[in-house]
């Protein structure tokens, strides 16, 4: 048996922000033994900041790393979200709720949905969001956490996750990686060295002259891409021209407006602005295309439809849809920004931080760097992107807006062929197939189809084992049970004030 040691040593995280300091927080607690930490940020190099709304997964994170829940949002001025509201995407007027966690109470047979959509097509139902705990909890402003003891009720998983200052989730896991012994340097990093014998990264050189070395460099610069990309050359797949939002424009506001559960995403002639209630108080951003809308406009659009005075001037971030064509190349990992970017329209940038390191665990490498590890890395992360990718694509392709140059591009525009079967499928007898542990569930696809005017030519006829009075009588039940949920929590405030507020 060969004894020689393969174990790395010396593990180098360029970058701090969330992608840094989630970085240093779940090695340092998952892989605490043999390994030494080292990160290196510049306090003179802004983070983007805007990735303040999130999905579910996020607690999954903080779980693994055995943070409380209560403790964490009353540091970071942290609220709750139980899903997004969408305005003006199908049609201008028109709004949807994407709600996090299912849609009603799947049957052996089929899943909810088919049941609701041909009571739907027999004109006999509405809209999807009675049968969403989610929805209705957030669109009445109120609030709780599961209830694993009611097995049986819509309470028991309900599924949530929140919204939060970035900057102070970064400080928050800054204390918790220190504690667990990763070593901070500050400064600006201004070259990498790379070995001769294989052109893996040697070194970074700090503006003081310091050579910082390592076995392994984890690269969370943001779209910098100081070592993947300025280093290494590794490439980037550009995919603006499915999502042509190209700029943002984000400021904060103070509080105002209704405090429900909920991110909103509000449609505008090139693009669109979110809305992130925190705490203390509301994120906001117009994200558009510059190929459709100077800038000056869209930073008016944005200055007027805030909730409150805005506590900051307006910061404009370019960025550029897509992805490294490798994540993972020689000893360098991309982590958040520097590995690719997927606009926030639906919260995706953190959960990509999670589970790129989550899956870097799974092929964290000896000082061999076997290819087959990486290589099946970056094939995971490539699926994983485009999944998303196509989701996010949805959103844009499937409108019927006649107002703006902008959405008859989208509209019009062709797709990728993944993409084009679940349109296609839908659009027959309302399937939704979901493969490969993909993020969004059918229950995330049917919210946005539906919410913004896709219509199937039939449903599924397995549904019709069951009368129309029975299937009435089961929608009419699930409804009945939501409302009255719903109705015994307490208001999204109330929760807060409770459990989670912040001191000071």
Same mark, same amino acid.
């Given at each position: 048996?060969?004894?020689?040691?393969?174990?790395?040593?010396?593990?180098?995280?360029?970058?701090?922000?969330?992608?840094?300091?989630?970085?240093?927080?779940?090695?340092?607690?998952?892989?605490?033994?043999?390994?030494?930490?080292?990160?290196?940020?510049?306090?003179?190099?802004?983070?983007?900041?805007?990735?303040?709304?999130?999905?579910?997964?996020?607690?999954?994170?903080?779980? =693994?790393?055995?943070?409380? !829940?209560?403790?964490?949002?009353? =540091?970071?001025?942290?609220?709750?979200?139980?899903?997004?509201?969408?305005?003006?995407?199908?049609? #201008?007027?028109?709004?949807?709720?994407?709600?996090?966690?299912?849609?009603?109470?799947?049957?052996?047979?089929?899943?909810?949905?088919?049941?609701?959509?041909?009571?739907?097509?027999?004109?006999?139902?509405?809209?999807?969001?009675?049968?969403?705990?989610?929805?209705?909890?957030?669109?009445?402003?109120?609030?709780?956490?599961?209830?694993?003891?009611?097995?049986?009720?819509?309470?028991?998983?309900?599924?949530?996750?929140?919204?939060?200052?970035?900057?102070?989730?970064?400080?928050?896991?800054?204390?918790? &990686?220190?504690?667990?012994?990763?070593?901070?340097?500050?400064?600006?990093?201004?070259?990498?060295?790379?070995?001769?014998?294989?052109?893996?990264?040697?070194?970074?050189?700090?503006?003081?002259?310091?050579?910082?070395?390592?076995? $392994? $460099?984890?690269?969370?610069?943001?779209?910098?891409?100081?070592?993947?990309?300025?280093?290494?050359?590794?490439?980037?797949?550009?995919?603006? =021209?499915?999502?042509?939002?190209?700029?943002?424009?984000?400021?904060?506001? !103070?509080?105002?407006?209704?405090?429900?559960?909920?991110?909103?995403?509000?449609?505008?002639?090139?693009?669109?602005?979110?809305?992130?209630?925190?705490?203390?108080?509301?994120?906001?951003?117009?994200?558009?295309?510059?190929?459709?809308?100077? &800038?000056?406009?869209?930073?008016?659009?944005?200055?007027?439809?805030?909730?409150?005075?805005?506590?900051?001037?307006?910061?404009?971030?370019?960025?550029?849809?897509?992805?490294?064509?490798?994540?993972?190349?020689?000893?360098?990992?991309?982590?958040?920004?520097?590995?690719?970017?997927?606009?926030?329209?639906?919260?995706?940038?953190?959960?990509?931080?999670?589970?790129?390191?989550?899956?870097?665990?799974?092929?964290?490498?000896?000082?061999?760097?076997?290819?087959?590890?990486?290589?099946?890395?970056?094939?995971?992360?490539?699926?994983?992107?485009?999944?998303?990718?196509?989701?996010?694509?949805?959103?844009?392709?499937?409108?019927?807006?006649?107002?703006?140059?902008?959405?008859?591009?989208?509209?019009?525009?062709?797709?990728?062929?993944?993409?084009?079967?679940?349109?296609?499928?839908?659009?027959?007898?309302?399937?939704?197939?979901?493969?490969?542990?993909?993020?969004?569930?059918?229950?995330?696809?049917?919210? #946005?189809?539906?919410?913004?005017?896709?219509?199937?030519?039939?449903?599924?006829?397995?549904?019709?084992?069951?009368?129309?009075?029975?299937? &009435?009588?089961?929608?009419?039940?699930?409804? &009945?049970?939501?409302?009255?949920?719903?109705?015994?929590?307490?208001?999204?405030?109330?929760?807060?004030?409770?459990?989670?507020?912040?001191?000071?």
């Amino acid at each position: 048996m060969q004894t020689t040691d393969k174990k790395l040593q010396d593990i180098v995280i360029v970058g701090g922000g969330t992608a840094g300091w989630m970085s240093a927080a779940a090695l340092s607690q998952l892989l605490p033994h043999g390994y030494r930490y080292h990160l290196i940020e510049s306090d003179q190099i802004s983070t983007i900041g805007v990735g303040e709304a999130t999905i579910p997964s996020i607690r999954n994170f903080n779980l =693994h790393l055995g943070i409380d !829940e209560n403790d964490f949002l009353r =540091h970071t001025q942290g609220s709750f979200k139980l899903g997004i509201e969408f305005v003006n995407w199908g049609s #201008v007027g028109q709004r949807y709720f994407h709600g996090f966690g299912s849609v009603g109470r799947d049957q052996p047979t089929a899943n909810f949905y088919h049941y609701w959509l041909k009571m739907n097509q027999l004109g006999l139902v509405q809209g999807l969001e009675p049968y969403s705990i989610n929805t209705v909890a957030s669109m009445s402003g109120k609030f709780s956490t599961g209830r694993p003891d009611l097995p049986n009720s819509p309470l028991a998983d309900l599924s949530y996750a929140y919204h939060f200052d970035a900057g102070l989730y970064a400080k928050y896991l800054r204390v918790y &990686a220190e504690q667990r012994g990763v070593k901070r340097t500050e400064g600006r990093i201004v070259r990498t060295i790379l070995r001769e014998s294989d052109g893996h990264i040697d070194a970074v050189q700090m503006e003081n002259g310091e050579l910082i070395r390592g076995d $392994f $460099f984890i690269d969370c610069s943001g779209m910098q891409a100081l070592l993947i990309e300025q280093a290494l050359h590794t490439g980037y797949e550009d995919w603006s =021209h499915y999502l042509p939002c190209d700029t943002a424009i984000a400021v904060p506001c !103070e509080l105002g407006g209704s405090s429900q559960a909920h991110t909103r995403s509000t449609a505008h002639a090139a693009g669109w602005q979110w809305r992130i209630p925190l705490q203390h108080r509301i994120g906001n951003g117009h994200v558009f295309s510059s190929h459709f809308m100077q &800038a000056e406009q869209a930073q008016d659009i944005l200055m007027n439809n805030l909730d409150g005075k805005p506590l900051a001037e307006p910061r404009q971030i370019k960025f550029n849809t897509g992805k490294r064509r490798r994540v993972w190349n020689k000893n360098c990992v991309a982590i958040g920004l520097s590995g690719g970017f997927m606009e926030p329209l639906e919260s995706t940038s953190i959960h990509l931080i999670k589970t790129g390191l989550m899956r870097l665990i799974t092929f964290f490498p000896t000082s061999q760097f076997d290819q087959v590890d990486i290589d099946n890395y970056n094939r995971l992360t490539d699926k994983e992107y485009a999944q998303i990718r196509d989701f996010l694509i949805l959103h844009y392709k499937v409108n019927q807006r006649e107002d703006s140059e902008f959405w008859r591009y989208c509209h019009n525009m062709s797709v990728p062929d993944s993409l084009q079967i679940k349109l296609d499928l839908f659009a027959s007898n309302g399937r939704i197939l979901r493969e490969n542990e993909e993020l969004f569930p059918e229950d995330s696809w049917l919210q #946005v189809m539906h919410g913004q005017g896709m219509r199937p030519r039939a449903y599924n006829p397995v549904i019709d084992q069951r009368s129309v009075d029975e299937i &009435a009588g089961f929608l009419h039940n699930t409804q &009945a049970v939501i409302r009255k949920c719903v109705d015994a929590m307490p208001s999204h405030l109330d929760y807060i004030r409770a459990n989670c507020l912040a001191r000071g």
